[in-house]
């Protein structure tokens, strides 16, 4: 007997499937859906009060759904929060760093329990953004720490243009 093996196609890179955010009385989230494929470019567009920072808080396990369900990387956003986090950058749209420590010290303050190491290009980008030991750069590090946590894409934790 021979066995023909079927390349199969990667999972998506993000799936959503009916998801909703109440809080209270509003719904902030009504049955979502959409995928991306893994490598693809996605822009997630709308108007103030649409849903959409509320979408991402829940994509990024930072808000729980009141139903539906979204994956992220294969796992679920609800049931394998640590899974989605281990697969994702993220870059707030004002910067979180902690400006009395080196862009060093915040990239290791950032990935605190991530398990896997900076790549030794990361380093030495971190070391050129803060000089000689300086203050970190308020739009770069974040970039690099993103980038740190899923280094795969052009796009790869890439925030929007500055407003």
């Known amino acids: ?12 890179a993000i799936s959503v499937r009916g998801l909703v955010k109440r809080f209270g009385e509003i719904e902030a989230v009504r049955g979502v859906e959409f995928e ?25 396990t930072l808000a729980k759904p009141t139903s539906g369900s979204a994956m ?4 679920d956003v609800v049931r394998e929060r640590d899974g989605v986090r281990r697969n994702i950058g993220l870059v707030f749209q004002d ?17 605190a329990g991530d ?3 900076p790549s030794p290009h990361l380093h030495a980008t971190l070391l050129e953004l803060s000089g000689e030991g300086g203050p970190p750069l ?16 052009p796009a ?8």
Do not use: W
């Open 1 to 12: 007997m021979i066995a023909i093996t079927v390349p199969t196609a990667p999972p998506p």
């Open 36 to 60: 991306v494929e893994t490598g693809e470019v996605f822009g997630f567009l709308g108007p103030n009060g649409a849903g959409k920072t509320t979408t991402i808080n829940m994509l990024c």
């Open 72 to 75: 992220v990387a294969g796992h």
């Open 95 to 111: 910067p979180t760093l902690d400006g009395y420590l080196t862009a060093e010290q915040n990239l290791k303050l950032s990935l």
């Open 115 to 117: 398990l896997r190491p």
């Open 138 to 153: 308020a739009r770069e590090v974040p970039d690099a720490i993103a980038s740190a946590r899923r280094p795969t894409g």
């Open 156 to 163: 790869a934790g890439r925030p929007p243009p500055s407003r």
